[in-house]
């Protein structure tokens, strides 16, 4: 059996036509309480029952609002000239259909013309002037629907952005840090093979906890802690009694996640411009607390100070970490460096306090 095929025109109008009517209640209760207040407004010096105006006004209303819903101008081009057509279509529908219900013959909209081209210049008038204001409306909240979406593309493409740079570092391993200590670990084997056993042990316990970070997007504060230790053991090897540290993180505290390898940034950044360039060495110390939603973890360290630093010596290792916190957590994530009063500097993190598992 053959089926009906429409023309596609005809199929457009349907569309159209059928559009006029896709409403939600919340405007369809909104319009009808606009035309109640017009309705009330006009029948101050209107003689008949409330209810002439009322059906008159509702009648122009709702014929105005279905034209205007069908055409959508809002989406089209040329807004404001088709919103006039939509507006004037619906008043000469709603000047036919209010004469159809309240049964005025021909002979009275003759007589009466003036009153009736009054309603419908008043209701033209009063019709564009509210779908104007749902015009503005509907541009306000698209406006701010694209600008949302162009700054969570923007946050997106910023955040793939750091996490490509994070992984390009990830995969280099520091290999200077590796060449000296694996010389170091050929010179001790010759002079003291026992030392020699203890650092590359120490070498083992630092791959094993980064190599498994080399894919990772997030970590948690304890495989961090595990990193940093085996690298300051390596270094206090390798320094002697140049360099100390302590570590004060709470075992509860281990499962919260952080991101790979910023911990370690802030204490390589720690050992590089406090520790090392001090004649004297110095301490680090690395403490976690959870304060209020945050985890607030802190690398303090005792050396020369962020007085006696080069300028711009820690600005690359600290500006990473300041972009990173950004992409990842917004305004969620924060970094601070301080001096500290007794000599040295304080690099505080502060992250969501989520919890893994």
Known sequence: ?????????????????RRGFHVSWPILLLLCAVNTGMAAILWVE???????????????????????????????????????VAVGIGTLMGLVLSILVKGYSVETVVMRWQLFGWNVFTAFANGLFVSLFFLLKFRE?????????????????????VEAELKMMQA??????LFNTLASVQYLTE???????????????????????????STTLGKEVRLVRAYLNILQMRLGARIDFTIDI????????LPPNMLLCLVENAVKHGIEPAAAGGVIRIAADVVGNELVVTVTDSGRGLAAAAPGGQGVGLSNVRERLAALYGARGRFMLDAVAQGGTRATLAVPADVVG
């Not at 059996?1 to 005809?10: D, K, N, R, V, Y």
């Not at 003689?47 to 034209?67: D, E, N, S």
């Not at 040329?78 to 006039?84: F, K, S, V």
């Open 46 to 84: 209107d003689p008949r029952p409330f209810w002439h105006p009322l059906v008159t006004v509702q009648i122009y209303g709702f014929c105005i609002a279905y034209c205007v819903n069908a055409a959508a101008p809002w989406e089209k081009s040329y807004p404001i000239a088709r919103l006039c």
């Open 141 to 161: 909240k698209h406006a701010a629907t694209a600008l949302h979406r162009a700054e969570a593309e923007r946050h997106l493409l910023s955040k793939q952005t």
């Open 250 to 257: 709470p075992p509860a505290l281990e499962q919260h996640t």
């Open 191 to 217: 002079t003291d093979p026992r030392e020699a056993s203890r650092l590359l042990g120490h070498l083992i316990e630092y791959l094993r906890a980064a190599l498994p970070q080399l894919r990772a997007s």
């Open 1 to 17: 059996m053959a089926t009906l095929t429409l023309p596609a025109p005809l199929l457009h109008w349907m569309e159209v036509l």
């Open 172 to 177: 280099q391993v520091e290999p200077h840090f």
